[in-house]
Structures are given as structure tokens and as C-alpha cells.
């Protein structure tokens, strides 16, 4: 009866129509997803130190009828610094939803995105959570085909150190203090001895020795960084195309790196008018001049000079004199940067690589032996 007398009232049938209405806007909005279907999706993951500054400046930007978003958008947009960067707990995917909309207006059918820190390394070299990022990747752009560029780890490793040092960090402390190697396994055992032994005075334990660390919170990054199998079998597990690249076929044969990237994408990049700029430029574009042993040790006494005076002038007489110094004494003559990498990870990655080698033929390590132990 009650009800009856509520339809009788003017305008009543109104009201609940329009309430309905709001009620599954906001619904629809809620559960909305971008239409990912409409767009053909390329993502280029990194690595970082893979020749990424060339092919995000220097092919990507040549690709026609593509909607291409360069790290500059990626690095500075919130949402997608969300996606990487933010805890599980404050992350909600409908504001990258939300931006995803604007982008898929464009009227290019086909987005391209690059940026290395997808695959797990931000701009200040925290180690992210890869797996995390894929999945959110995938949930925003489900049908995406993925592109990784892989390099051998000596190599990066290396290149990644240089960067460290000349670059806008101003590194200046030794390979030894750069790079961090598992340490012993701190086991429960271990913890009851000393426990026994030091009458729980957990000051003298041993897990406060570095030796025993995993993570050493002082070293820029990990070996286990540079373990692609994982990160691979992650992106292809999730995805249906990952295509994964060799930064060695783009060193050793520009011209064929470039056709596997047409197949692709599925577009001409214009082939020739890069290789046309690289034979004329003085310098290799797709490789950043790194130092060499005795340049990375001077280098390094400048970032330490930084520490203490910004006066270029000063910075300069005092390199004079190390330099000097340094001749009279020659400083790593024995062991030189990359001999210190060659012993650290000797026998490292070989398993890592095999297994690539073994479920992945059609990457084709096995094509440079002296860039991946096999």
C-alpha cells in the first residue's frame, strides 16, 4: 500500500527513472575499460644501457602513422609513474584508465610506448618490481605486443658503471663499491649459534656483517639484475608477442636490427635515412663514448673534488697534478675495470643463459659466445 501511495505522487516516477539512470552511469564508469582493441600496442620495456636513448630518439620518432610516447611523457605523466612506482596499496588502475582514454583518441591505430624502466631500474637505479609492472601493463594494454632489448652482462654492467661516473651522478667510488654479489646465506643454524654464543647480545651477531647480505643496501645495483630469464618467461607468460632483441645484432648489423623492427611493428622506419646519419655523424650515435680505464680513474677524482669544491678551476689544477702522479704510478695496471667484472661474474650467468638458450632458440645467444657465457 505504501508503495502505491509513493507512485501516486507527481513527479515520483521521474525521480526513480533519473536516480537509475546516475545509479548505472556510475556503475559503468567504475568497471569501464579503456578499449584496448581498437589500438595495436607496442611496449619497449629497456634494458636500460641498450642503445634505448638512440632508438627513442632516433627510430622511433622516423616510424609514420604512429602515436609515440617517449619517456618525457612516461617519466613526468602521474598515472604512469603510478603504475611503476606505487605501492599496491594506493594504486588504482582507472586513473591510468582515465589517461589511457585520451591517448586512444588519437586518431593513429597504432600507440607505441618506450620506456626502460618498465623492465625494473627507475631514474635514481632502485630495483622495482618487475613482475608487478608487467601486470599492471597487462591489465591496461592486455593485447600488447612487448619489445626487450638484451645485452651481454659484461658488457652492461661495464656500460652501466661508466654512466655512473660521468654521467649526472658524479660517482666516485670504485667498481668494487658499485656492484653487489649475493653474500653467504645467514641461516637459522647461524642464528641459534650466536645466539648460544653471545648470550643474545645480537650486536655481535653475525648478520650484521655485510657478507652475509643478499641486498647490500650500499652497492648501486645486483648481479641478479642482469638475469634475463626470468624477466623474459615473466613477459611471455603474461603476454602473447614478446619479441626480445640482442643490442649485439643492433652493434655488429644495424641494417638487419632494423628489419626485425619493421616486421614487428609492421611499418618502414626508414632504413636508410638513419644510416645515412650514422656513416655522416663523426660519432656512433647508437653507442654513448664511454672511458676507458684510465679516463674512469680520473674521472672518478673529479666527482671526489665535487664533493668538496664546485670551482672548475681548482677541479682542474688538482687533475693536472693527479695526472702527473698517475704516471709516475700507474693506478689498476694489473686489474682494470672490466677484468674486475670478468672475474666477478665468471660462471655467474651461465645457467641463466643456458636456460635461455634451451627454452628460447629463436633468441640466438649462442651467436655471441664471447657476450654471453654459455
Known sequence: MFILFLLRIPGFKRKIALFCQFFLHVLFSYFQVPKIMVKQVF?????????????????????????????????????????????????????????????????????????????????????LDRGLIALRLKEIFPNAHIILVIRGQQSIIYSTYNQWIKGHRKYFKKIENFIGKPGLNYTYSMYLEDGEKYQNNFNKFRSIQNKYWYFDPYKCTYLDYFKYFSLIQTYKTMFNNVSVLLYEDLRENFSDFLNQLEVI????????????????????????????????????????????????????????????????????KNNTEKEYIRELIKGYYRADNNTIVANYPEIKLGNYPNDYEL
Open 265 to 332: 611493428i609492421g611499418e618502414s622506419i626508414g632504413s636508410d635515412q638513419i644510416l645515412n646519419r650514422l656513416v655522416s655523424n663523426d660519432s656512433d650515435l647508437r653507442v654513448n663514448s664511454g672511458l676507458e680505464s684510465i679516463q674512469l680513474q680520473e674521472q672518478l677524482f673529479k666527482n671526489k673534488l665535487n664533493i668538496f669544491t664546485n670551482k672548475t678551476k681548482i677541479i682542474n689544477i688538482l687533475t693536472k697534478i693527479y695526472r702527473l702522479y698517475r704516471n709516475v704510478k700507474p693506478i689498476h
Open 43 to 127: 611496449i619497449h620495456i629497456g634494458l636500460s644501457k641498450t642503445a634505448t636513448t638512440f632508438l627513442q630518439n632516433e627510430v622511433f620518432t622516423l616510424i609514420p602513422d604512429i602515436n609515440y610516447l617517449h619517456p618525457e611523457f612516461l617519466r613526468t605523466n602521474h598515472s604512469f609513474q603510478k603504475l611503476i612506482n606505487a605501492d599496491s596499496s594506493w594504486y588504482d588502475k582507472r586513473e591510468i584508465q582515465a589517461t589511457v582514454e585520451q591517448i586512444y583518441a588519437h586518431k593513429s591505430s597504432k600507440l607505441l610506448l618506450s620506456y626502460e624502466v618498465f623492465s625494473g631500474t627507475d631514474l635514481n637505479d632502485r630495483q
